[in-house]
């Protein structure tokens, strides 16, 4: 049986089924445990902000300027990145990834001063870009439309789980003593280690495309790759001239996608990178007291992303949900700076269930409006604009608290904007007007 351009189906096709079950079950799994290696060794520095300072003197402007710089690299070799994977394929660039992820998140272990904090976090920023949209383009390869939405938000939630174990994890590993090195050495090491190790395996288990893949069926093989190329060639018949990126880029939905989640990610590494700074000012905490306490908003996000999730599947309104989800993100930042260190981290609990619903919620709209052709390229694109929040949330705030000694200004200032993304969020359309594809696909080049 043919599958549409939807996805719907006349009536099932068991070959095909029975291959996309197969392939999720042999593909989710490992890039949900890649995303939370990539996640933990991203943000493990906020649990070691206080060791930094007192072993290398690196203060509260310096700890969020180096926090901040690993989205420069990691912007501005994003989109080189996923354009040399569509190259050589996601097989070998997603495992190239994550060994000089992995290689250089262990040498975080060595730094000495400033300067080494910030040439590697720089690095580790070069080296993750292409991650994200490179697991985009895998699943654009291997799965058909109507179960690629799922299996994105399945890979997203690998991030919340990250943020969950990442502070027990952190916690004990800074116990570990010896050698010469201190926990927070030990810990760096430890985890960029473990994604050197991990890379290994993904080069064995993945494989390039369908075809090569010796645990389906000839029969799975050709159904899927069928599927696949029964949908696109429906969407070229649909608009026959291929977008120009370079025009897609003057799409002002396209501006408003990356406005959107860069705000959202403002919130999020705000969060990420001062929550354990928060926790600590709470009494006196053990390492792993504050990991443990690190994971109940993050636990309370997840319980927030499948909620959102299964009532944006009942009552469809994407934006409606994501405004619902950043009004509760704004409400819980505001309520932060109202209280003491007890009660901010309660607000910031009841604002984890907004900011990464939020997020996980955003997607299905770029998805939903952009041509397939040229997905990868743009989402790639949405992604390394957005995560120049992680940039500007602790930088700011780490100036913050050189400066004033308080980040209560950075909170107004991610609830202000969480309601600003709220209300530009409905100017954000699920699809393309009939008028601006046309003018899209006349400003294109021509074949010859």
């Known amino acids: 049986m043919k599958t549409s351009i939807s996805g719907m189906?006349?009536?099932?096709?068991?070959?095909?089924?029975?291959?996309?079950?197969?392939?999720?079950?042999h593909v989710l799994p490992l890039f949900v445990i890649m995303f939370i290696v990539n996640y933990i060794d991203r943000v493990n520095i906020g649990f070691v902000r206080t060791h930094m300072e007192t072993d290398l003197g690196i203060g509260a402007a310096a700890y969020g300027f180096g926090a901040g710089l690993f989205f420069i690299g990691y912007a501005l070799f994003e989109v080189p990145s996923n354009m040399l994977l569509q190259k050589v394929g996601a097989r070998i660039w997603l495992t190239r990834i994550m060994f000089t992820w992995g290689i250089v998140a262990a040498c975080m272990a060595f730094i000495q001063n400033e300067t080494h904090f910030y040439i590697l976090r720089f690095l580790l920023?070069?080296?993750?870009a292409g991650f994200f949209p490179g697991v985009i383009y895998y699943f654009t390869r291997w799965l058909p439309g109507v179960e690629r939405g799922k299996a994105i938000a399945i890979f997203l939630s690998g991030s919340a789980v990250a943020s969950l174990i990442s502070g027990p994890l952190s916690g004990?590993?800074?116990?570990?003593?010896?050698?010469?090195?201190?926990?927070?050495?030990?810990?760096?090491?430890?985890?960029g280690m473990f994604s050197v190790c991990l890379c290994v395996f993904v080069w064995f288990w993945l494989d390039a495309k369908p075809h090569d893949a010796k645990w389906l069926s000839r029969a799975e093989q050709d159904a899927l790759v069928s599927a696949i190329d029964d949908e696109q060639k429906?969407?070229?018949?649909?608009t026959p001239i291929r977008p120009s990126l370079g025009k897609l880029l003057k799409d002002r939905q396209i501006i408003l996608f990356c406005l959107i989640?860069?705000?959202?990610?403002?919130?999020?590494?705000?969060?990420?990178?001062?929550?354990?700074?928060?926790i600590k000012k709470m009494g006196e905490l053990s390492d792993v007291q504050v990991g443990l306490f690190n994971s109940i908003p993050w636990l309370l996000s997840i319980v927030g992303m499948y909620a959102f999730a299964s009532l944006s599947a009942k009552w469809k309104h994407q934006q409606a949900w994501v405004a619902t989800a950043l009004l509760i993100a704004a409400a819980g930042?505001?309520?932060?700076?109202?209280?003491?260190?007890?009660f901010a981290f309660v607000a910031i609990c009841f604002a984890a269930l907004g900011f990464k619903s939020a997020s996980s919620l955003f997607w299905p709209i770029p998805q939903a409006?952009?041509?397939?052709?040229?997905?990868?390229?743009?989402?790639?694109?949405?992604?390394?604009?957005?995560?120049?929040?992680?940039?500007?949330?602790?930088?700011?705030?780490g100036l913050l608290e050189q400066h004033t000694g308080?980040?209560?200004?950075?909170?107004?200032?991610?609830?202000?904007?969480?309601?600003?993304?709220?209300?530009?969020?409905f100017a954000a359309r699920t699809t393309p007007k009939p008028a601006a594809e046309k003018a899209v696909a006349d400003a294109a080049p021509k074949h010859a």
């Open 333 to 342: 930042m505001f309520m932060s700076t109202t209280g003491g260190p007890i």
């Open 125 to 128: 920023g070069v080296a993750e």
């Open 406 to 425: 308080s980040i209560q200004g950075g909170l107004y200032g991610l609830a202000a904007t969480s309601i600003i993304a709220a209300i530009i969020v």
């Open 234 to 238: 429906a969407r070229e018949a649909a």
């Open 261 to 278: 989640y860069f705000f959202i990610q403002l919130t999020i590494y705000a969060a990420t990178f001062w929550l354990p700074s928060i």
């Open 9 to 25: 189906q006349d009536s099932v096709d068991p070959t095909l089924a029975s291959a996309i079950s197969k392939v999720k079950r």
């Open 369 to 397: 409006y952009l041509d397939a052709r040229i997905a990868a390229a743009v989402i790639a694109l949405i992604n390394s604009v957005g995560n120049l929040g992680g940039f500007v949330a602790p930088t700011t705030f």
């Open 172 to 191: 004990l590993l800074l116990q570990i003593n010896g050698l010469g090195m201190h926990g927070w050495q030990w810990m760096y090491f430890i985890e």
